[in-house]
């Protein structure tokens, strides 16, 4: 979930079939009122039986209809983009980070997962959870706890790209969808975030943040490939390992028959 994100597409789509409505209907006002005038202007020109009492009438209808259309197309604007679409936003999007609420981050999850199972693509999924966050919040306080959390949101801006998707899954935990990638590429990828985020100025007491993310990822080549679910439980799972293991780190999560192959290889060594 980089945030060229990732967000900023889904705006983007958001707005998009609101403008291809109001241009459509400013467009059919137009064309209403452009034939009107043709036909009041035909008529008075070319000795019509059009008299010149009715054809003030219609140049009246004609002039309300055009500043109708003016006056519906701006409310339309207001309505759009001044009221609704901010409320969809809001509805959508985490207030303090920016990123995905986690209702909207599962279903776009799931859309990411069905296209990557139709074209055989990988897909990684990685869980990022800030460390010794509650000490930092009964240390410093929860308006730096929030400075560290908006950080952090900022920082991924850097890192993810636009197909990745975001969201800020609750408390100091983010989640990170990366279609069309590897296992490897997507450790590769939070590891390099890792080290960006350890170096990031938040406030004078707090210099660097420090998180622990766990990774799991479906080749797109199973014959029975995980759900987005049991993706997520998988990388559940490495990220409570990468916690285990001290903290500050990516554990990339293997499914237990590859684990089961290696520890065999190992023995027989």
Request: proline content about 3%; overall charge neutral; aromatic content about 8%.
């Given at each position: 979930?980089?945030?060229?994100?990732?967000?900023?597409?889904?705006?983007?789509?958001?707005?998009?079939?609101?403008?291809?409505?109001?241009?459509?209907?400013?467009?059919?006002?137009?064309?209403?009122?452009?034939?009107?005038?043709?036909?009041?202007?035909?008529?008075?020109?070319?000795?019509?039986?059009?008299?010149?009492q009715h054809a003030a009438i219609i140049r009246t209808v004609v002039i309300e209809l055009v500043?109708?259309?003016?006056?519906?197309?701006?409310?339309?604007?207001?309505?759009?983009?001044?009221?609704?679409?901010?409320?969809?936003?809001?509805?959508?999007?985490?207030?303090?980070?920016?990123?995905?609420?986690?209702?909207?981050?599962?279903?776009?999850?799931?859309?990411?997962?069905?296209?990557?199972?139709?074209?055989?693509?990988?897909?990684?999924?990685?869980?990022?959870?800030?460390?010794?966050?509650?000490?930092?919040?009964?240390?410093?306080?929860?308006?730096?706890?929030?400075?560290?959390?908006?950080?952090?949101?900022?920082?991924?801006?850097?890192?993810?790209?636009?197909?990745?998707?975001?969201?800020?899954?609750?408390?100091?935990?983010?989640?990170?969808?990366?279609?069309?990638?590897?296992?490897?590429?997507?450790?590769?990828?939070?590891?390099?975030?890792?080290q960006l985020c350890a170096s990031l100025p938040v406030t004078d007491a707090v210099h660097g943040?420090?998180?622990?993310?766990?990774?799991?990822?479906?080749?797109?080549?199973?014959?029975?490939?995980?759900?987005?679910?049991?993706?997520?439980?998988?990388?559940?799972?490495?990220?409570?390992?990468?916690?285990?293991?001290?903290?500050?780190?990516?554990?990339?999560?293997?499914?237990?028959?590859?684990?089961?192959?290696?520890?065999?290889?190992?023995?027989?060594?």
């Open positions: 979930m980089r945030c060229d994100v990732n967000e900023g597409d889904w705006r983007t789509s958001l707005h998009g079939s609101a403008s291809r409505r109001r241009v459509q209907f400013v467009v059919l006002g137009g064309l209403v009122a452009y034939v009107a005038f043709a036909f009041v202007v035909g008529g008075s020109t070319t000795g019509g039986s059009l008299g010149p500043l109708s259309t003016v006056l519906l197309a701006g409310l339309h604007y207001v309505l759009v983009y001044r009221w609704a679409t901010p409320l969809e936003v809001q509805a959508h999007t985490d207030e303090l980070t920016g990123w995905l609420r986690p209702g909207t981050l599962w279903e776009q999850a799931e859309a990411l997962w069905q296209r990557a199972l139709n074209a055989r693509h990988p897909l990684a999924f990685v869980m990022i959870d800030l460390d010794d966050f509650k000490h930092l919040n009964d240390t410093y306080g929860h308006a730096t706890g929030d400075r560290v959390l908006q950080a952090l949101g900022q920082a991924l801006r850097q890192s993810v790209r636009s197909r990745d998707r975001v969201g800020r899954m609750g408390g100091e935990e983010f989640a990170w969808v990366m279609p069309e990638t590897t296992g490897e590429q997507a450790r590769e990828a939070v590891d390099r975030f890792l943040i420090r998180f622990s993310a766990g990774v799991a990822a479906m080749t797109g080549q199973e014959v029975e490939p995980p759900t987005v679910w049991e993706l997520a439980r998988r990388t559940d799972r490495a990220l409570y390992q990468a916690k285990a293991a001290g903290k500050h780190q990516v554990v990339l999560e293997r499914p237990a028959k590859t684990v089961a192959l290696s520890d065999a290889a190992a023995l027989r060594d």
